[in-house]
Every structure is written in C-alpha cells, then in structure tokens.
C-alpha cells in the first residue's frame, strides 16, 4: 500500500512536468525545430539512405540534449526544484519522476520528428521496426541528460560542459544504436544490441536513482 | 524542537555557516544583514540543503533524511516556489498530493485567494504570488513554519493579514525578516553575523543591540 501510494507520488510530479512543458512551449519547439532544421538541411544535401542510422540517431541526440535538458535545468533556474527538495518527496522518487518524464518527453519527439524524417528522406525501409528501434534507442539517451543535467546546473556554461559529460557516458551504445537501427530499417530486429542498449539504459537509470542524493 | 550543532555549510572556498549551534522551542526570529547566513539556515532546517558539517534535528529528526518530517515543514522564502505556467489551482493541487493535504481550500478562503484560483501565476502581482507561496506552505497544516523574507513584496494589508497568520500559528515558528518589528512576538532571537552566530536568547532589545555592532552592518 505505502509503494502504491509512493508511486502515485512520482505519477503527480511527472504529470505536472508533463503539464508544465505542453503550457511552456518553449522546449517542445525548441526541440521541433532543431530537428526540423536538422532533417531538412540533411535531406538536401546528402544521399541519406546510406547514413540513415547514423543520421537519425545525430538528430533523436542532439534534439533530446537541446530539449529536455532545459526542461530539468529550468527547474533549478527558477528555484523550484526547492518546492520539490523540502516536500515529502525522497530524492530517489524525484528522480525516477525525472527520468519518466524526460524519457515521455523524449519519446513525444520521436514519434513527431521520425514520421517526418521518413518523408523528407524518401525512405523505403520498415517503418514500424526502425521507430521501435528509435524507441530502444531513446531509452539510454534520455536517462544519461536527466542523470547528468543537474551536475551542469550551477555551470557557467553549462550547455557544453553538459555535451561534453554527456558524450562519453553515450559513447558505449552508439555503435550497437546504428546496428540496432540500420538493421531494423532493413526489416531484421537485433535482439542481441536491442538487449544490450536496454541493460545499458537500466544501469543509466540504477545509477541515477542510486545517486540521487548527490545529483539532486 | 529545534536542535543545531556545530551547523557549517559550505559553498566553494566560502562559509555561509560556520559553527552554528543552538536549541530552540516555540517562535525564533532570525536576524542578520545581507549574506549572513538566514536563507542557508533556513533551507538546512526544512531540509532542502545538506550541511557540510554538523547536526540538525527537528523533533529529534534530520530533516533531510526523514520524508515524514519533511511533510510536516511548511517553507516559504523570497522565491514562491511556483510553477509558473501552472494556475493557482494547478500549483496548489499539485503540492497537496505530494503533502497529502486533504482540506485546505480554508488556507485558500484565509489567504483571501479564491478569485484567483483560476489564474496562472506568472498572471499574477508579486503581492499574490507570495501569498500563493504562504497557501502552499500552510496547505497541510504544518507542524513547522519556516519563513525566510516571506513578506517581502506584499502590501500593507496583505502583509498584515500574513502577520495575523504567523502570529496565531500554532507550532514552531522560524521567521527571517529584515523588518526586525514583526517579529518582536517570537520567543527566542537568533542573530547571524556572516555565517557565525553572535546573538541567541530571549531578550528582543539585546538581539538588535548585538546586530547593530554586526561586521555586516
């Protein structure tokens, strides 16, 4: 009963971030725009099919980085990150709500930018197995912004040193994410990368609720 | 009860506690000029900040590490708090389900905020927003108070309807004001002089003495 009524706790705050983002609009088109940009300025200049891994994983990365690291960010620009620190919420709770509400966030993007990538790149492969891939994918992505989004906070310039955390915390799954993604276009699902990138992703998001005390 | 010993906290190279001990029943006022430690005080002891150093305990609890007791907090500082995209109703909503506060739509009918229910905040005067920020640290009825320049920004009445709240409130008090008069109805007087504490009794008149011969001032 007392883990039912803990997890409705983490339920409300992920419905007030989601709530907060969908009445702000500023991250979601900051986000809209970066990949839009991104994806036609792609689609004009290079032959796309050969890249398309490697493509689509650049533009889901550096549009969730430019997104939903200001969403977790904002929270401690405008303090109220205190509201949630001196309420009954434990550290780990906040951030669990965090992680969910960042992957949603993340994942919301995906499902509007990949049909729009798909068109705009004239591609041929399988739809429905490269946007579940895209959606393993993101599992990782968005757990290494929410985990290391808060140690940049106090950061002068904290836009690049979080790319500079971030990069080498991603590096390990970027190599199985083009596989994942490459062959899932083609029509073949690799269990065995998939399996990996969400081991990685439950370690990610072991480590930020294991940290929590320190990060928050 | 409040319980501070030997409370450092530290940012970087700088102290803005150093060595802060005191123990305290009913209503304490702290006082101290511009960087003397108040908000530092203030976020340790509803457990927001972790201290570098030291022991704090409220009821014979650390309010960082006990959610329970943290629930029983009511902070409010010179920053609501508030979502700002979020009406009055949404925010308030919100932080009643993390409080588990069932009837406080009377904090809203004291704090005189019912025809704003429907507003966003980032709508509202900065008057309103600080009384929002009141609601939200009253809604589940606290058993600590923590005020830390709670009543800047609002107006001669509003700020006196505040008082009227803080004065009848019945619990432990922590009130941090520039505005030394309104909290002459405390008990006790804490006096902050860049982190060290350098006043703590009873007595109003030897508080302000000591505070006027602050480093600070």
């Given at each position: 009963?007392?883990?039912?009524?803990?997890?409705?706790?983490?339920?409300?705050?992920?419905?007030?971030?989601?709530?907060?983002?969908?009445?702000?609009?500023?991250?979601?088109?900051?986000?809209?725009?970066?990949?839009?940009?991104?994806t036609?300025?792609?689609?004009?200049?290079?032959?796309?099919?050969?890249?398309?891994?490697?493509?689509?994983?650049?533009?889901?990365?550096?549009?969730?980085?430019?997104?939903?690291?200001?969403?977790?960010?904002?929270?401690?620009?405008?303090?109220?990150?205190?509201?949630?620190?001196?309420?009954?919420?434990?550290?780990?709770?906040?951030?669990?709500a965090?992680?969910?509400?960042?992957?949603?966030?993340?994942?919301?993007?995906?499902?509007?930018?990949?049909?729009?990538?798909?068109?705009?790149?004239?591609?041929?492969?399988?739809?429905?197995?490269?946007?579940?891939?895209?959606?393993?994918?993101?599992?990782?992505?968005?757990?290494?912004i929410?985990?290391?989004?808060?140690?940049?906070?106090?950061?002068?310039?904290?836009?690049?040193l979080?790319?500079?955390?971030?990069?080498?915390?991603?590096?390990?799954?970027?190599?199985?994410?083009?596989k994942?993604?490459?062959?899932?276009?083609?029509?073949?699902?690799?269990?065995?990368?998939?399996?990996?990138?969400?081991?990685?992703?439950?370690?990610i998001?072991s480590?930020?609720?294991?940290?929590?005390?320190?990060?928050? | 009860?409040?319980?501070?010993?030997?409370?450092?906290?530290?940012?970087?190279?700088?102290?803005?506690?150093?060595?802060?001990?005191?123990?305290?029943?009913?209503?304490?006022a702290?006082?101290g000029?511009?960087?003397?430690?108040?908000?530092?005080?203030?976020?340790?002891?509803?457990?927001?900040?972790?201290?570098?150093?030291?022991?704090?305990?409220?009821?014979?609890?650390?309010?960082?590490?006990?959610?329970?007791?943290r629930?029983?907090?009511?902070?409010?500082?010179?920053?609501?708090?508030?979502?700002?995209?979020?009406?009055?109703?949404?925010?308030?909503?919100?932080?009643?389900?993390?409080?588990?506060?069932?009837?406080?739509?009377?904090?809203?009918?004291?704090?005189?905020?019912?025809?704003?229910?429907?507003s966003?905040?980032?709508?509202?005067?900065?008057?309103?927003?600080?009384?929002?920020?009141?609601?939200?640290?009253?809604?589940?009825?606290?058993?600590?108070?923590?005020?830390?320049?709670?009543?800047?920004?609002?107006?001669?009445?509003?700020?006196?309807?505040?008082?009227?709240?803080?004065?009848?409130?019945?619990?432990?008090?922590?009130?941090?004001?520039?505005?030394?008069?309104?909290?002459?109805?405390?008990?006790?007087?804490?006096?902050?002089?860049?982190?060290?504490l350098?006043?703590?009794?009873?007595?109003?008149?030897?508080?302000?003495?000591?505070?006027?011969?602050?480093?600070?001032?």
């Amino acid at each position: 009963m007392k883990k039912l009524s803990e997890f409705f706790l983490i339920l409300e705050v992920i419905k007030k971030d989601l709530k907060v983002e969908a009445r702000n609009k500023a991250v979601i088109n900051q986000m809209l725009l970066f990949a839009l940009t991104t994806t036609f300025l792609f689609s004009v200049s290079i032959d796309v099919e050969s890249f398309f891994p490697q493509i689509i994983l650049l533009i889901i990365l550096f549009t969730s980085i430019s997104g939903s690291s200001i969403s977790i960010l904002r929270e401690y620009d405008l303090e109220t990150i205190e509201g949630l620190k001196a309420s009954p919420l434990t550290n780990s709770q906040l951030m669990t709500a965090k992680v969910l509400s960042n992957l949603i966030l993340v994942l919301v993007l995906s499902f509007f930018v990949y049909p729009i990538c798909y068109a705009l790149f004239n591609l041929k492969g399988n739809f429905l197995l490269t946007f579940i891939a895209l959606a393993i994918v993101v599992l990782p992505i968005s757990g290494v912004i929410t985990l290391l989004a808060p140690l940049s906070a106090s950061s002068k310039g904290r836009e690049m040193l979080l790319l500079a955390m971030i990069f080498p915390v991603i590096f390990p799954v970027i190599l199985p994410a083009t596989k994942l993604i490459g062959l899932a276009y083609s029509g073949v699902f690799d269990l065995m990368n998939a399996l990996f990138i969400f081991s990685y992703a439950g370690m990610i998001y072991s480590l930020s609720i294991l940290l929590s005390d320190q990060i928050l | 009860m409040i319980l501070c010993e030997g409370l450092s906290k530290r940012f970087g190279y700088n102290f803005a506690l150093r060595d802060v001990s005191f123990r305290s029943e009913g209503k304490i006022a702290i006082f101290g000029f511009n960087g003397a430690g108040k908000s530092t005080l203030a976020k340790i002891l509803a457990g927001v900040l972790k201290p570098s150093s030291g022991r704090v305990e409220i009821f014979g609890m650390e309010p960082r590490k006990s959610p329970g007791l943290r629930g029983e907090i009511g902070l409010v500082t010179h920053n609501p708090m508030l979502y700002r995209e979020l009406t009055v109703k949404e925010n308030l909503e919100f932080y009643a389900k993390l409080y588990r506060a069932k009837d406080w739509k009377s904090v809203v009918e004291d704090l005189k905020l019912s025809e704003k229910l429907g507003s966003r905040v980032l709508e509202l005067s900065k008057g309103f927003i600080q009384r929002v920020a009141i609601a939200r640290a009253l809604l589940a009825k606290p058993r600590v108070l923590i005020l830390d320049e709670a009543l800047s920004g609002l107006d001669v009445e509003s700020k006196e309807e505040v008082l009227r709240i803080i004065q009848n409130f019945n619990g432990t008090l922590v009130f941090s004001t520039h505005n030394f008069e309104d909290a002459k109805f405390c008990d006790n007087f804490l006096v902050l002089d860049r982190g060290k504490l350098s006043y703590f009794g009873e007595n109003y008149e030897e508080a302000l003495r000591v505070l006027s011969n602050s480093r600070s001032y």
